[in-house]
């Protein structure tokens, strides 16, 4: 990109349309930009300097039209007023990276397994069982987080869905 816009210089939409103009010189401009998200380039430039939030469906053009599919997950995670309090923030790392933190999230599944057994036979999770439940719920969104960051470098790597 020609020059960096100092003021959306923090916003994860322009750091996404930075990204992709390395790529692409087409998202160099917001006007050309907009014009293949499909939005008026005003509003792409109040997005981009933090004045007006985007809706969703101008996250998604973005993330697929920019091959920055966490851009959706950042939305989710940090702006929709739902998302806040139920999407964990993924960040994608290189894939060997990736693929380790996955397997090391996976190394205790068996142990996992047989605690989720034993404390659920009864149907009733006891106090003294509230400890193993929570460290199993603990257990399972590190390896959700973990699955969801490799599933969107597919994504953006490999154009998988």
């Known amino acids: 990109m020609g020059k960096k816009a100092t003021k959306a210089a923090d916003n994860m939409y322009y750091l996404a349309r930075s990204e992709a103009a390395e790529r692409n010189p087409d998202f160099s401009s917001r006007e050309k ?30 993330a697929s039209a920019y091959n920055v599919p966490e851009l959706c997950n950042a939305y989710c995670s ?26 090391g999230s996976l190394k205790d599944i068996d142990s996992l397994r047989a605690s989720l ?14 400890p193993a439940f929570q460290k199993i719920l603990d ?22 869905k």
């Open 33 to 62: 930009s907009a014009e293949i998200i499909g939005i008026d380039r005003t509003r792409l430039a109040r997005i981009e300097l933090d004045t007006i939030p985007p809706y969703p469906e101008e996250v998604k053009a973005m």
């Open 139 to 160: 257990s399972l969104e590190k390896i959700s987080t973990n699955a969801n960051a490799l599933r969107l470098w597919a994504v953006k790597n490999i154009r998988m």
């Open 78 to 103: 940090r702006e929709c007023p739902i998302g806040k309090g139920t999407v964990k923030t993924v960040s994608i790392d290189d894939f060997d990276r990736l693929a380790l933190k996955v397997l």
């Open 117 to 130: 057994i034993a404390i659920s036979e009864d149907g009733v999770i006891e106090e003294k069982e509230r």
